[in-house]
């Protein structure tokens, strides 16, 4: 079944971007990212900035929003069964050109799987003046690591403190 990615949770103010691989099942019924209680992406993200943790989506958008923080898939469609990354076949890349033609405040790119940088890496050409970073999945599939694992690793996120003057 073909699967399409979720708008992007992008303004001019946005510096940092944070990509997955594709929307979940859940995140796409619901529209929202990161929708599945399973997931620890906004429990590390609340926790590394030290704001107290809300299930509000609206309280979410609110987060990233004021750490200047994004939100966009890699693949703009693909077709997968389920939402595991190692699923997706017919995959079609977002417009990462025209994306930072439009939004060129965009300083830092990470990414939130190894699997979204390995698609962004086999479709696309970074862009220069853009850093890159791959960060552990947050999803609850990645076993790999522990909670306080992934969460020392995302705190990379927190320690960007760029204001919207800075270049």
């Avoid at 510096?15 to 906004?42: D, P, V």
Wanted: charged content about 25%.
């Amino acid at each position: 079944m073909l699967k399409h990615a979720l708008p992007p949770l992008i303004d001019n103010s946005t510096i940092i971007l944070i990509m997955g691989t594709m929307a979940g099942e859940q995140s796409i019924a619901k529209q929202e990212y990161y929708a599945n209680r399973g997931n620890l992406f906004w429990k590390i993200l609340f926790a590394i900035f030290e704001e107290e943790f809300s299930t509000s989506y609206e309280d979410r958008k609110a987060l990233v929003k004021k750490y200047n923080i994004g939100l966009w898939n890699v693949l703009k469609s693909c077709k997968r069964e389920g939402s595991s990354d190692a699923k997706i076949t017919e995959e079609t890349i977002n417009d990462f050109e025209n994306l930072h033609k439009q939004f060129p405040n965009i300083k830092y790119v990470f990414f939130e799987s190894k699997a979204a940088a390995k698609y962004f890496h086999k479709h696309s050409v970074p862009q220069d003046g853009i850093t890159y970073i791959t960060l552990p999945s947050t999803s609850g599939l990645n076993a790999g690591l522990t909670t306080a694992e992934k969460m020392e690793q995302w705190k990379v996120v927190s320690k960007i403190r760029l204001s919207k003057n800075e270049d």
